[in-house]
């Protein structure tokens, strides 16, 4: 358990509670639906970027995204290359439509172009992956937390999810756009300190462009892979597909996103504001992958633990298997000595035999931090004796060839390895690994300021996300089936209720929740379980004005059990669930309505 100095206690406590109380100061007393949902179509276009980017910016971006790079370097940045193109398409399709419906919700539209069974089944896929979601971003800052303080993690929870009910319920839309102004304020201040830091840890001899160049010899720097294999998660191709879709999915049909660009001062203001997005959003993940590359250049230069959750360790050291895992830490002692010893060669000359020799050194490390996965599960549970043996057999065959040239075999059987564990490791440390290095080497007030980042980032994302979730309740669900219209005092109290009811059911969620391979692709995998089928009913809406309502009805129902099935059983990488749901639910429905030629067209 880390104790935190009185300055990291200040820095911290100051910056959420100012936030919390501007938020709820500036924007209390909204009387009308327009003002609680919509903030009174008052928001500017930099305000729209910034709150869209905040909305999609959780802990988990800053936890996961840093280990992501820490452990397999920058190719996840592909993953956003579809971005920028699904902006321009949202900005010339999407919100010009939005905004001439002068609609509240994104699905209010699908009624008006098929009927309200299809309306009320798209809010109901909402409300299913967004309301998982909004679990795990209220779940990711309580792990930070508990390993600070060694507080139970259902307390944090809890109070977290308080923490974000308060300023939701009083202020609504407005509210969690005021707030998010200042929290992507703290997260650039905080990440750009964090950065300047990192670089002053590693030895002073190592220039930006030597730490580059050791980053690069253990395949860190790899930002673009051009192939196309599928079993491959991140390549251009991906991001630039697969991406795309997920990426016009999200922010042309997600709530969560809609509502914040449907609060623009006009439609205008609505457009700069997500290309405004679009131009940021991928040099900002870059540089957070950047800042999670950097820490892995630093623990060239200093000792690294075996695994970043200390009490994972501690268990194993208090089992019968703490000789093995000590015996491992020695010999992973032995590779770091070597790995720094060639790391400052390497920036005193560039050698193509030293980067080999520090591939080879990472490589062996790999697979040190997967065995004492391994013996650390082994100690939690019984079971898996066998698996460790099998998979540990492996892997000292793997370490006792490294000096062979067969350097991409290796690197090949060391990620079918990887693959071959995953579904029975329930040790990942990634999460873990940039919260890990913040509280052991950065000076106090910067772990405040950083912790403030992080916590900001999940307040940002899980707000919008209970007030997107109440809002599609509220309107397209309750407001939408009531027998008798009700005035906008009973709307208004009835939408603060269900972001109260939102926010409670995503504490529970977040209660139950656990960590998976890795935190950002869980979320991301959620959402392209769903996305894909969505989009393909907004575009089939938008495009193809001869298919009907009860044909694209039944095809959604069909798809989503699909690609369900598709995911369960890993047909594909997950960012293609996204293109396979969308064309899928297309295609069908255009057969079903070409084989039911009589049900006459409604449009809007």
Not at 131 to 148: D, N, R
Request: hydrophobic residues 50%.
């Amino acid at each position: 358990m880390q104790v935190l100095n009185w300055v990291d206690w200040v820095v911290l406590l100051v910056t959420l509670l100012t936030i919390v109380g501007y938020g709820t100061w500036k924007t209390r007393g909204s009387k009308s639906v327009h003002d609680y949902v919509k903030g009174g179509n008052s928001t500017k276009w930099w305000t729209i970027g910034l709150s869209v980017m905040a909305t999609q910016a959780s802990a988990i971006t800053f936890l996961s995204t840093t280990g992501q790079a820490f452990s397999d370097g920058m190719g996840f940045v592909q993953f956003y290359f579809g971005l920028p193109i699904a902006m321009v398409i949202i900005c010339m399709v999407f919100i010009p439509l939005y905004h001439r419906l002068k609609v509240y919700t994104a699905y209010e539209f699908l009624e008006n172009r098929f009927d309200l069974k299809t309306r009320s089944l798209t809010a109901i896929l909402f409300l299913v992956q967004r309301g998982l979601a909004a679990g795990i971003t209220i779940f990711a800052p309580a792990i930070i937390l508990s390993v600070v303080l060694g507080w139970n993690i259902t307390y944090l929870n809890i109070i977290i999810g308080i923490l974000v009910i308060i300023y939701t319920v009083s202020g609504g839309t407005k509210a969690v756009t005021v707030t998010q102004k200042q929290q992507m304020f703290v997260i650039f201040i905080g990440m750009l300190a964090a950065l300047f830091i990192i670089l002053n840890l590693i030895p002073k001899d190592v220039s930006f462009t030597n730490a580059l160049d050791i980053a690069g010899a253990s395949g860190r720097m790899e930002v673009l892979d051009f192939s196309f294999d599928l079993e491959n998660r991140y390549t251009v191709w991906t991001g630039l597909i697969g991406g795309t879709f997920l990426m016009l999915s999200y922010f042309g049909t997600d709530q969560s996103q809609v509502q914040r660009y449907l609060s623009g001062k006009s439609m205008k203001e609505m457009q700069m504001g997500l290309l405004f997005n679009g131009l940021l959003k991928v040099p900002m993940q870059f540089f957070i992958l950047l800042v999670g590359v950097m820490v892995f250049v630093f623990y060239q230069f200093n000792p690294a633990p075996l695994n970043f959750i200390d009490s994972s360790t501690e268990k194993v050291l208090a089992s019968e298997y703490a000789q093995e895992y000590q015996t491992l830490q020695e010999k992973q002692h032995a590779v770091f000595k070597e790995k720094k010893a060639l790391s400052l060669q390497l920036a005193k000359a560039d050698n193509n035999a030293l980067k080999k020799d520090l591939w080879v050194l990472d490589s062996i490390e790999r697979a040190h931090r997967l065995e004492s996965k391994y013996l650390i599960k082994r100690a939690i549970d019984t079971s898996y004796a066998n698996t460790y043996d099998r998979l540990n057999n492996e892997l000292l065959a793997f370490e006792n060839n490294t000096n062979s040239e067969a350097y991409k075999e290796k690197e090949e059987a060391l990620k079918a390895l990887y693959k071959a564990s995953a579904k029975d490791t329930e040790t990942n440390d990634r999460d873990y690994m940039f919260i890990t290095f913040i509280l052991k080497n950065l000076p106090k007030g910067l772990i405040g300021l950083l912790l403030a980042v992080i916590l900001s980032a999940a307040m940002s994302s899980t707000a919008s996300e209970i007030n997107a979730l109440a809002t599609i309740t509220s309107i397209d669900l309750y407001g939408r089936n009531l027998k008798e219209q009700k005035d906008e005092k009973h709307m208004v109290k009835a939408t603060k209720l269900f972001t109260l009811l939102w926010g409670i059911i995503a504490i529970i969620i977040a209660c139950f929740a656990n960590l998976a391979e890795n935190l950002i692709q869980l979320v991301n995998i959620i959402g392209s379980i769903f996305y894909g089928n969505v989009l393909g009913i907004f575009l089939l809406a938008f495009f193809l004005k001869f298919v009907k309502a009860n044909a694209v009805f039944i095809s959604a129902l069909i798809t989503q059990g699909i690609v369900i099935i598709g995911w369960w059983f890993d047909w594909m990488p997950y960012l293609w669930l996204n293109l396979f749901g969308c064309i899928l639910v297309m295609a069908m429905a255009c057969l079903l309505q070409i084989i039911n030629k009589n049900e006459k067209p409604i449009t809007a």
